[in-house]
C-alpha cells in the first residue's frame, strides 16, 4: 500500500538532483535576503516541476498526488521557501480543477502549465482566519461581469504570481453558502499589494496583503456555481493540506540528514559525538517519527487521488502529525549541533524557522485535531 512505484522512485530522484544541484545551493542566500527564489522558480519551471499536478489535457505533465507529495518534500528538503513554489501552485489552482468550467480550466490549468503564471490563493482575511466562513470581501453583479472589493491578507506569493483564486460574498445572508469563487488576474485595474511581511521562517516566499478596488472581471471568471465557492475551498483544504505535511517531512528530513553527517564528524572526548548513546536515542526518536510522518503523508496522497471517503480525516492527521515532527526534528537538530546549530553558518537554526509555519498555515494543527475529532466523531474510521 506504501511501497513507492519504480516510477515514483525515479521522480524521486530526478527532483533531488535537481534541489541538490539547482535549489540547495541558493537556500541560505534566499532566506538572508527575503528575497524571491528565482534559482528555483526557473529551475522547477524548466524541468516540470513547477505545477506538476496539472492534468496532460490541460498541458500539463498530470502527475498523481503521491508524485506531487514526493516533489515538494524533496524542495523542501532543500529549500521550503521553494517548495512553495509547487505547492502554492496547486493549492491557487485546484478550486478551477475542482469546480470550473472547462472552458475555465483549458485557460488557467493551461496558463500555469506553460509557466505563464503561478497561482496563489485568497482565502484569509484580517478577521477571517481560522473562521475562514466570515468573509467580507464582497464580490457584485455589474452587467455580465463582477466587481470585487476586498483585502485578503497572509496571501503566499503574492505579486509574485499572475492568477489568484478569490473567495467573495457574493449573497451575505447565507453566510457560507453565500461564498462564491473567482479567478483574478495581478493585472486587472484595482488589484494591488501591501508591503511584504517580516517573518520568522520562509523569507524567500513572499506573504502580502492583496487589496481589491473596484476590481471588474468578466462574469466568465466565477469558478463552479454561486454560492459554492465556500465548499470549493473546503474540498481544496482536505488536498492541499497533504503537501503542507510533505513540507513538513522534506524539512525534517534535511534536519536529520544534516544532523548525521555533523555528529559522525564531531568530536569531543577523543571520539565523534555519535558515539553517545545519549544523542543515538534523540537520532533514533527523530528518524522513527521522520519515517512515520512520510508514511501517514503517503497514505493520506492515495486517498486524494482516489476519492476516498476518510480524505479529510487523514489529511489533517498527516499535516498535523507530520508538521509536529518537523518542529520537533528540527529543534533537535539544533541541539545536536549545539552552539553552532544556533548560528547562520549552519542550516539547521533555518530549516527550524521554517518548519514552524507548517504548524499555523492552511488551518492550524489546533484546527486539525478539530477536523479530525469531528471526523471520527461522525463514525469515519467505523469500516476500518
Known sequence: MYALSEEQQEIRKAIREICDAKIAPYAAEVDEEARYPQEAHDALLETDFYAPHVPEQYGGVGADALATVIVIEEVARACVSSSLIPAVNKLGSLPVQIGGSEELKAKYLGKLAKGEGGFSYCLSEPDAGSDAAAQKTKAVRDGDGWVLNGTKRWITNAGVSEFYTVLAMTDPEKRSKGISAFVVEKSDEGVSFGAPEKK?????????????????????RIIGEEGKGFEYAMKTLDHTRITIAAQAVGVAQGALDYALGYVKERQQFGKPIADFQGLQFMLADMGMKVEAARQMTYAAAGRSERGDADLTFFGAAAKAFASDTAMQVTTDAVQLLGGYGYTRDYPVERMMRDAKITQIYEGTNQVQRIVMARQLLAGVQSDL
Do not use: A, Q
Not at 200 to 220: A, C, H, M, Q
Open 200 to 220: 520568522l521562517g520562509i523569507k524567500g516566499s513572499p506573504t502580502r496583503e492583496v487589496y481589491f478596488d473596484n476590481v471588474r472581471i468578466p462574469g466568465d
